[in-house]
T-cell receptor
Framework: DGGITQSPKYLFRKEGQNVTLSCEQN?????MYWYRQDPGQGLRLIYY???????QKGDIAEGYSVSREKKESFPLTVTSAQKNPTAFYLC???????????FGAGTRLSVL | GDSVTQMEGPVTLSEEAFLTINCTYT??????LFWYVQYPGEGLQLLLK?????DKGSNKGFEATYRKETTSFHLEKGSVQVSDSAVYFC????????????FGTGTSLTVIP
């Protein structure tokens, strides 16, 4: 089955630690996205990538970093510079022809 | 800039009641419009979409019509079920901004038996 896989489902971060959230897709989509969702709020764009080896900052990129070395993978690192990382993180992908975003099941990050 | 405004929740309805969730948008171009649904602890799933004025998107008994004159895309369902309880997001994609997506803040719906 084609889809987007995010792992882990739950993640805990200690203070001062960097953590990486995985996002893999087998839909052959060119574009991939990372969003942050806080309780009762909408989605805020962190980073997006339209093509391999290229990515752009979204609205709230500070304290986060990404890479796009393969078409299928778009990992997100939450660095120690992100002082309030507790949130639900969603990865999405899209293809230019259909212009629909497809989402993974999300990773819930909490701070210990 | 582009934006989406949807009615605030939470919304609580009895089973078989009529549902309307309002959504209006601001866009520089001619956007595509979407409704996504999120069940607890999950990602977003596409519910329906419309790509041009007067298009009607429909799926699973839900409908929404792209109204350019009122810049609206209200979600409706004639008879809700308990299984429709979820958070609903209105969104737009604007070709003038590289098809970037803009999401509303979401409307939580609870349907009680």
């Amino acid at each position: 089955d084609g889809g987007i896989t995010q792992s882990p489902k739950y993640l805990f971060r200690k203070e001062g630690q960097n953590v990486t959230l995985s996002c893999e897709q087998n839909l052959n989509h060119d574009a991939m996205y990372w969003y942050r969702q806080d309780p009762g709020q909408g989605l805020r764009l962190i980073y997006y990538s339209q093509i391999v080896n290229d990515f752009q900052k979204g609205d709230i990129a500070e304290g986060y970093s990404v890479s796009r070395e393969k078409k299928e993978s778009f990992p997100l690192t939450v660095t120690s510079a992100q002082k309030n990382p507790t949130a639900f993180y969603l990865c999405a992908s899209s293809t230019g022809t259909k212009n629909i975003q497809y989402f993974g099941a999300g990773t819930r990050l909490s701070v210990l | 800039g582009d934006s989406v405004t949807q009615m605030e929740g939470p919304v609580t309805l009895s089973e078989e009641a009529f549902l309307t969730i309002n959504c209006t948008y601001t866009a520089t171009g001619y956007p595509s419009l979407f409704w996504y649904v999120q069940y607890p602890g999950e990602g977003l799933q596409l519910l329906l979409k419309a790509t041009k004025a007067d298009d009607k998107g429909s799926n699973k008994g839900f409908e929404a019509t792209y109204r350019k004159e009122t810049t609206s895309f209200h979600l409706e369902k004639g008879s809700v079920q308990v299984s429709d309880s979820a958070v609903y997001f209105c969104a737009l994609s604007d070709p003038n901004t590289g098809n970037q997506f803009y999401f509303g803040t979401g409307t939580s719906l609870t349907v009680i038996p």
